[in-house]
């Protein structure tokens, strides 16, 4: 039987992370997957869930099944989170998934259920999961423009390529720290975004997966809330893993609103049958946690002071690094580094330019150019600099200068 499969594609992170496993050099660096490390280079456990742990380590619950929708008190606090109870009171329900990735494939599953001839929008370029997740899904994917030759928001292009979004299209939008470029709409964008949805009719469909690593929580769920309240449908996908360090816990939620209760019984009802059929129930772990911490209000503030001091040093790291290239003569290459949010950056870099950074510098990026500028301990940003700057050629320029002035 195996023998018949063809030769399936690479993962390229996951083949990054791998290759550099081998490497033995010890200046080598690893940019490549999305995960928040430290000063010292650890991915901690949040101080907030490490407290919730303890507490429901001494309450020993039953580890009896939660039901197809998982933990109960879990997608209520996620909903009071992510859309704030203004305007959305009976219109929108929560079923707990196996993280954002699960959520997003849940979501698209009820798409090709409820709108089966529908496109899905995705950005060009696009978290890497997107499109194998909407196609493994049964789903029709074309994409709009998001960045333009200069690496900011294109905003005109986007708009104009969705003019194209037909009624029953879906439009997949990460509401915030866009992976992998890093790049942010303006709030006036989203409000174009939601003129265009109201009056095309397609639904918007939001990845929240680093909300309060940008501007901050508030901040960062400002034009999903906005959306929420304009448009009669939407579909959002909520993970955890990142805001609260909750990795390999899995945690996250799929989110609909709805015109009616009826409506969003209905929708409900077909996540928990599609649930059924992938995996039956999420895991309760890591859900416990996060309903612990949003449940009591010491330790929610705690979580967002952890919170905070992440963003602090991802914002510091992205600074450091556009300063010491603006050193080193590459301050044009820098500059759309510096309006950069969130987790990752795009490096004005070409595939083999990012070869060549992996090859001669050991520093692992992926060749699209993203790098997890929250991945990287502060004193290593230096040498990540010169990297860049030697690949680019300017090490050599700058050079010529220091001698020319000494």
Same mark, same amino acid.
């Given at each position: 039987?195996?023998?018949?499969?063809?030769?399936?594609?690479?993962?390229?992170?996951?083949?990054l992370?791998?290759?550099?496993?081998?490497?033995?050099?010890?200046e080598?660096?690893?940019?490549?997957?999305?995960?928040?490390?430290?000063?010292?280079?650890?991915?901690p456990?949040?101080?907030a869930v490490?407290?919730?742990?303890?507490?429901?380590?001494e309450?020993?619950?039953?580890?009896?099944?939660?039901?197809?929708?998982?933990?109960?008190?879990?997608n209520r606090?996620?909903?009071?989170?992510?859309?704030g109870?203004?305007?959305?009171?009976?219109?929108?329900a929560?079923?707990?998934?196996?993280?954002g990735?699960?959520?997003?494939?849940?979501?698209?599953?009820?798409?090709?259920?409820?709108r089966?001839?529908?496109?899905?929008?995705?950005?060009?370029?696009?978290?890497v999961?997107?499109?194998?997740i909407?196609e493994?899904?049964?789903?029709?994917?074309?994409?709009?423009s998001w960045?333009?030759?200069?690496?900011?928001?294109?905003?005109a292009?986007?708009?104009?390529?969705? *003019?194209d979004?037909?009624?029953?299209?879906?439009?997949?939008? *990460?509401g915030?720290?866009?992976?992998?470029?890093?790049v942010?709409?303006?709030?006036?964008?989203?409000?174009?975004?939601?003129?265009?949805?109201e009056h095309?009719?397609?639904?918007?469909?939001?990845?929240?997966?680093?909300?309060?690593l940008?501007?901050?929580?508030?901040?960062?769920?400002r034009?999903?809330?906005?959306?929420?309240?304009?448009?009669?449908?939407?579909?959002?996908?909520?993970?955890?893993?990142?805001?609260?360090?909750?990795?390999s816990?899995?945690?996250?939620?799929?989110?609909?609103?709805?015109?009616?209760?009826?409506?969003?019984?209905?929708?409900?009802t077909s996540?928990?049958n599609?649930?059924?059929?992938?995996y039956?129930?999420?895991p309760?772990?890591?859900a416990?946690?996060?309903?612990?911490?949003?449940?009591?209000?010491?330790?929610?503030?705690?979580?967002?002071?952890?919170?905070?001091?992440?963003r602090?040093?991802?914002?510091a790291?992205?600074?450091?690094l556009?300063?010491?290239?603006?050193?080193?003569?590459?301050?044009?290459?820098?500059?759309?580094l510096?309006? *950069?949010?969130?987790?990752?950056?795009?490096?004005?870099?070409?595939?083999?330019?990012?070869r060549?950074?992996?090859?001669?510098?050991?520093i692992?990026?992926?060749?699209?150019g993203?790098?997890n500028?929250?991945?990287?301990?502060?004193?290593?940003?230096p040498?990540l600099?010169?990297?860049?700057?030697?690949?680019?050629?300017?090490?050599d320029?700058?050079?010529?200068? *220091?001698?020319?002035?000494?």
């Open positions: 039987m195996f023998e018949l499969l063809p030769p399936p594609p690479a993962d390229p992170l996951w083949d992370s791998a290759e550099f496993g081998t490497d033995t050099r010890p080598r660096l690893n940019l490549v997957l999305g995960v928040y490390r430290d000063h010292t280079g650890v991915t456990v949040m101080a490490r407290e919730a742990e303890i507490r429901l380590a309450r020993s619950a039953s580890k009896e099944y939660r039901g197809l929708s998982g933990n109960a008190a879990f606090a996620m909903l009071s989170m992510v859309l109870g203004a305007g959305t009171a009976g219109r929108a929560a079923v707990q998934t196996v993280a990735t699960g959520a997003l494939r849940l979501l698209a599953d009820l798409v090709r259920r409820t089966p001839g529908a496109t899905v929008w995705i950005s060009d370029p696009a978290y999961n997107h499109r194998p909407l493994a899904a049964g789903l029709t994917v074309r994409t709009y960045l333009d030759a200069e690496g900011c928001s294109d905003t292009g986007m708009l104009r390529d969705l *003019q979004a037909r009624r029953d299209d879906v439009v997949l939008l *990460q915030c720290c866009h992976n992998p470029s890093g942010e709409l303006s709030f006036e964008a989203w409000e174009a975004l939601a003129e265009l949805a095309n009719g397609w639904v918007p469909f939001i990845d929240l997966a680093y909300h309060g940008g501007d901050g929580l508030e901040a960062d769920l034009a999903t809330r906005m959306l929420a309240m304009r448009v009669p449908e939407m579909l959002i996908a909520v993970s955890c893993s990142k805001n609260f360090g909750l990795y816990d899995r945690t996250g939620c799929a989110v609909v609103l709805g015109p009616s209760g009826q409506a969003l019984r209905h929708a409900e996540l928990q599609i649930a059924r059929t992938l039956s129930m999420p309760e772990h890591g416990a946690v996060v309903t612990t911490i949003l449940e009591d209000e010491g330790l929610r503030a705690t979580w967002r002071s952890e919170l905070d001091v992440m602090g040093r991802i914002t790291n992205r600074a450091d556009v300063a010491h290239l603006d050193g080193l003569g590459c301050a044009g290459q820098a500059r759309p510096a309006r *950069q949010k969130g987790m990752f950056s795009t490096l004005p870099l070409t595939p083999d330019q990012m060549e950074l992996r090859e001669e510098f050991a692992y990026g992926t060749a699209s993203r790098i500028i929250a991945g990287i301990s502060a004193h290593r940003i040498y600099a010169r990297g860049i700057a030697a690949v680019l050629g300017t090490m320029r700058v050079r010529t200068v *220091q001698s020319a002035v000494s």
